[in-house]
Nanobody, 129 residues
C-alpha cells in the first residue's frame, strides 16, 4: 500500500525553525522527483521546494528561498524540509508529493505547476507569537 507519512510540524514563534520529514512506503523514491507543498486556509496549493531524483537538483519558491532547504535520503525513502527564519505567512498544512521522474523535464516544473502524482495527508505548521 502506497503511503506518505509526514511529521515534524507544530507551533513555532516567528524566526524559529522546524524540520519536516516524509517517509514513503509502497513506493521507491529513487524513481521519483519529490517535493513539499503547502496549503493555507482559503489559498491555493503552493509548490514550496522540489528535488530531482537524478542529480539532486533543487528548486525553491521565491517565498522561501534562502530560508528552506529540501533534501532526500533514498536509502531511507525519506524526504526532509528544513525551515528556518519562519514567518507567520508560512502557516499552512505541509505535505510531500512525488511525480515519476520521466514525466518531468525540469524540477522547477513540478513546483511551479504543482504537479503531484502521489501525496500524503500533511502536517500542520503554525507560526505565531
Amino acid at each position: 500500500q502506497l503511503q506518505f507519512v509526514e511529521s515534524g510540524g507544530g507551533l513555532v514563534q516567528p524566526g524559529g525553525s522546524l524540520r519536516l520529514s516524509c517517509v514513503a512506503s509502497g513506493i521507491t523514491l529513487d524513481y521519483y522527483a519529490v517535493g513539499w507543498f503547502r496549503q493555507a486556509p482559503g489559498k491555493e496549493h503552493e509548490g514550496v521546494s522540489c528535488i530531482s531524483s537524478r542529480d539532486g537538483t533543487t528548486y525553491h519558491a521565491d517565498s522561501v528561498k534562502g530560508r528552506f532547504t529540501i533534501s532526500r535520503d533514498n536509502a531511507k525513502n525519506t524526504v526532509y524540509l528544513q525551515m528556518n527564519s519562519l514567518k507567520p505567512e508560512d502557516t499552512a498544512v505541509y505535505y510531500c508529493a512525488a511525480v515519476p521522474r520521466r514525466q518531468l523535464t525540469t524540477i522547477q516544473t513540478m513546483c511551479v505547476m504543482t504537479l503531484r502524482t502521489y501525496w500524503g495527508q500533511g502536517t500542520q505548521v503554525t507560526v505565531s507569537s
